[in-house]
């Protein structure tokens, strides 16, 4: 059974992929605003667009749909991975996330600073909030285009910036720019959010009520003055992550058996519900609308707001323009010492001695990329500008972009010519990252390929019985022939009986093999023959590898290793682990898939070449 729950890794890869599609639109945008046909780049997102209702109506720009009602859709979804980041992520860690936390509010005071400095005195002023967040799907983007070296950590360090700078973005855009408050709507946004936590409270877990309450809940903040996009922030942040329990697990796995036993309209709808009831609405939601935001919202936003006629006079205006300069200086510059400036601080001992949990180099090179403000300096600026300052804003931070996505290329490239022993003395300088394994591995205990000292060590939680299992073992095996001393395997048991009615009785004959001094050959013989696995078929292998067949058979009767398996299956709960294939490198968990091109970047990650 593939595992349920939805990893950071998912996230990033679907930003990263979103990036391409980010920026065929910002140059859409821009060819269009700058064609024959410009004028109607702006006499089409100007368009008013009306719902009328029993006598009510709102009418608003294509833009302002955009911006005010599709982007609260987009600020939902990253309030999901921010709850889920708490839940289950690097974010559960609270000592440990310090750096990165106290980082991003490097990043965002620092920028602000500079962009005031060059905006001191003039009606500009108030747009400091422009240069404050990353773009999350063009800076991961960019990462991993040029941040190879360090993937994993320099990812999760970067991901967690721009979570917390996006936490920075919306509190300013909820209390530094917002006019006119109305109470008698916020009342009505308030009584409406207490809603929706008391259902939550109760355990209703259907979409319909939440979807009801949630256009309600922005309708309300939309006439309060407060911007809406909030109701998408407070929406997200209530729904919790958590993993697939064995008992949901199971029950969903009772109930899809029903419904191929009993194929009816009814079993499959149980069927549904049980599914759904054993994956957290977080994962499920994020799984569901994450891909639509990266790739349809925020290209459209780009589409509808990057579009600047970058005339002669503008770029001339815009070179002396002091609200142009302070967003490019801000964000180029103001990143990079703001976020390694803020680091350094964290670092210090006076200063709480929290850990650095990624090494220098690396860390300056994410502080660059970090300069890549888009979206939300986009959607920050026409909140606070308009005419040609709105203008002058979207040059700022074209070319910031621009110049920090040049600037983190360069700054990587820098890093891998560095000489072996600086980059891997430059490791030395963070803390080993967050471990998932609970269990840590007991050469005495555990099932071992490959020697101790090696600098990786994979775990695999495994069923004999199951068929993704058996895809990954020979994958496995290549990995150990092309790494050699460099990596150290570990299998443990965990059979799915719920699922394969032989993974108990074959673990346990394992255990037995292993008893006399055959447990891998008798472990390659299972997955070389799993739709054989009866007892009859285990006391046929045991023969076969010359084991005391009567010894073998005796001790698979009275189960003599059941506990054994039992200890594994306990350490996978402890871990979390649900399904199977599931990896450990080096204590961390895998997520994504288990072909040998991932598993191979998994170990190449840790620092080993390979022969």
């Not at 890869?13 to 700058?34: F, P, Q, R």
């Not at 285009?145 to 910036?161: A, I, K, M």
């Not at 877990?205 to 309450?213: A, D, E, N």
């Amino acid at each position: 059974m593939r595992s349920l729950a939805r990893p950071v890794r998912v996230f990033v890869e679907t930003e990263a992929g979103s990036a391409l599609i980010l920026l065929a639109a910002t140059l859409v945008a821009l060819l269009w605003a700058n064609s024959p046909w410009g004028a109607s780049y702006e006499s089409v997102w100007s368009s008013e667009l009306s719902i009328r209702l029993a006598g009510a109506e709102m009418s608003h720009s294509l833009r302002d749909w955009v911006n005010d009602g599709l982007m609260a859709f987009f600020f939902f979804v990253v309030a999901l991975e921010i709850r889920r980041e708490l839940d289950l992520g690097d974010l559960r860690d609270r000592r440990r996330v310090a750096v990165p936390v106290l980082a991003a509010i490097g990043g965002m005071a620092v920028p602000a600073a500079i962009y005031l400095a060059f905006t001191a005195g003039t009606e500009a002023v108030h747009g400091w909030g422009t240069v404050m967040a990353t773009d999350t799907a063009f800076a991961l983007g960019v990462l991993a285009l040029v941040g190879r070296r360090w993937p994993v950590r320099v990812r999760v360090f970067l991901l967690t910036l721009v979570i917390v700078d996006d936490v920075g973005a919306l509190l300013v855009i909820a209390f530094a720019y917002t006019e006119d408050l109305s109470l008698v709507p916020l009342l009505v946004a308030a009584g409406g959010f207490g809603v929706v936590v008391a259902l939550r409270a109760a355990g209703v877990r259907h979409g319909g009520p939440y979807l009801l309450l949630g256009v309600g809940l922005w309708l309300a903040l939309l006439q309060s003055g407060v911007h809406p996009t909030i109701a998408g922030v407070a929406m997200g942040l209530l729904a919790t992550a958590y993993p697939p329990t064995q008992t949901d697990l199971q029950q969903a796995a009772s109930l899809w058996r029903s419904f191929r036993e009993q194929p009816t309209s009814r079993y499959a709808r149980s069927a549904t519900l049980g599914l759904n009831r054993a994956i957290s609405p977080n994962e499920r939601m994020q799984q569901l609308y994450h891909p639509w935001t990266s790739f349809v919202i925020v290209p459209l936003f780009a589409l509808a707001n990057a579009g600047v006629q970058l005339s002669g006079e503008l770029l001339r205006e815009a070179a002396r323009s002091p609200v142009t300069l302070g967003i490019v200086v801000g964000l180029v510059v103001g990143k990079l010492v703001g976020i390694t400036g803020g680091s350094w601080l964290a670092t210090r001992r006076r200063l709480g001695g929290f850990p650095l949990t990624l090494p220098w180099p690396p860390l300056v090179g994410a502080a660059t990329v970090a300069g890549i403000g888009f979206t939300v300096s986009l959607f920050i600026a026409e909140i606070s500008f308009d005419g040609i300052v709105l203008e002058e804003a979207k040059v700022g931070i074209l070319a910031a972009s621009v110049l920090a996505a040049g600037l983190g290329w360069a700054v990587f490239r820098g890093i891998e010519l560095l000489p072996n022993r600086v980059r891997l003395g430059a490791r030395g300088s963070a803390v080993e990252p967050l471990v998932d394994l609970a269990d840590p591995v007991d050469p005495e205990r555990d099932h071992v390929r490959g020697p101790a000292d090696a600098p990786v060590t994979l775990v695999e939680y495994a069923d004999f019985q199951c068929p993704y299992c058996g895809q990954a073992e020979p994958v496995v095996r290549d990995l150990l022939a092309e790494f050699g001393t460099e990596l150290r395997y570990v299998f443990r048991h965990l059979p799915l009986a719920d699922v394969h009615e032989h993974a108990q009785v074959a673990a346990e004959a394992a255990e037995a093999a292993g008893g006399q001094g055959r447990f891998w050959e008798m472990h390659d013989l299972l997955y070389a023959h799993q739709d054989a696995l009866s007892t009859e078929d285990l006391i046929g292998y045991a023969g076969q590898l010359g084991l005391d067949v009567e010894v073998f058979t005796e001790k698979l009767r009275k189960r003599r290793y059941a506990s054994r398996v039992a200890r594994d299956v306990e350490s996978a709960d402890q871990s979390g682990v649900s399904g199977t294939p599931t990896f450990f490198a080096n204590g961390r968990r895998h997520h994504g898939t288990y072909d040998l091109g991932s598993l191979t970047a998994l170990v190449r990650a840790a620092g080993v070449t390979g022969r």
